[in-house]
């Protein structure tokens, strides 16, 4: 199989689970509406489990633009390649959001909020903060490529690494969720976005196109930032890339800060 489909059909898988976990817990007349965070959390860990499954032998199973960008700074992968991930990553979202809205088809004209409804395909801030919410999805993301990266470099049964990087992010949810809903994947928000935007969802509202780029701006910052931190650690590699990012960030904190002392 092509790379680049191999990476949409686990894009796809991971976000069929994913959106889906989001509305069987969302949607009214659902059996397990209101079964909680845990549960969230979970379907999420083993959404991307079974993603990497589906892609992993072929492409690697990266299916988020944040860990394609950060392994291609570490040059573990050829510039080239990382346009066809990306796209190919994204119309995987907007495929798995698909499917989900044709998963509950009968659900979302019982359902009347909107805002629960958009929070079923994307993320949204649990208290909307500009620079505090970015500063969240760059951590989250800077943590999931940071550790992905330590957990390529150590062994396991043949088979068990999905299961690892499937409880990485079962823990970031658990741990980092709360603030942002952790989209720490640039493809996991736009592509179900993109899907909530088009598909005709009864009663659906706006798609927030407002707050949409920093769940974009944010992973792609910290896939960067957690793949060369992890090359000056591990590897002593530092790179210019490193001597841009590090202030940046530095800059990033300082004014998520600022922000919460204005309020």
């Given amino acids: 199989m092509n790379t680049y489909l191999a990476e949409l059909i686990g894009t796809a898988v991971l976000i069929y689970f994913g959106c889906g976990v989001n509305a069987t817990v969302s949607l009214n007349k659902s059996y397990a509406q209101n079964a909680g965070w845990i549960v969230v959390a979970f379907g999420w860990g083993m959404g991307v489990t079974l993603g990497i499954y589906a892609a992993g032998s072929i492409s690697g199973a990266h299916l988020n633009p944040a860990v394609t960008l950060g392994l291609a700074v570490s040059g573990n992968l050829p510039w080239a390649d990382?346009?066809?991930?990306?796209?190919?990553?994204?119309?995987?979202?907007?495929?798995?959001?698909?499917?989900?809205?044709?998963?509950?088809?009968?659900h979302w004209a019982k359902t009347e909020d909107q805002g629960t409804k958009l929070g079923?395909?994307?993320?949204?801030p649990a208290i909307p903060s500009r620079f505090s919410n970015l500063l969240s999805e760059t951590m989250g993301t800077f943590i999931l490529v940071f550790a992905i990266m330590f957990i390529g470099a150590n062994k396991f049964t043949e088979g068990l690494n999905p299961f690892v990087v499937g409880a990485l992010v079962f823990a970031l949810g658990m741990?980092?969720?709360?603030?942002?809903?952790?989209?720490?994947?640039?493809?996991?928000?736009?592509?179900p976005r993109i899907a909530h935007f088009l598909l005709p969802i009864a009663g659906k509202g706006g798609s927030n196109w407002a707050y949409s780029w920093i769940p974009i701006v944010g992973p792609l910052f910290g896939g960067v930032l957690g793949s060369v931190l992890y090359n000056a650690i591990f590897n002593q590699q530092i790179t210019f890339v490193f001597w841009f990012i590090i202030p940046l960030m530095i800059l990033i904190i300082i004014a998520a800060i600022s922000e919460q002392n204005k309020k």
Wanted: avoid cysteine; proline fraction near 6%.
């Fill in 175 to 191: 741990s980092m969720g709360g603030s942002t809903g952790y989209a720490i994947n640039p493809a996991r928000d736009l592509g």
């Fill in 82 to 106: 990382v346009p066809g991930y990306m796209l190919f990553q994204l119309l995987g979202g907007i495929i798995g959001g698909a499917l989900v809205w044709l998963q509950y088809l009968p």
């Fill in 120 to 124: 079923i395909f994307s993320t949204g």
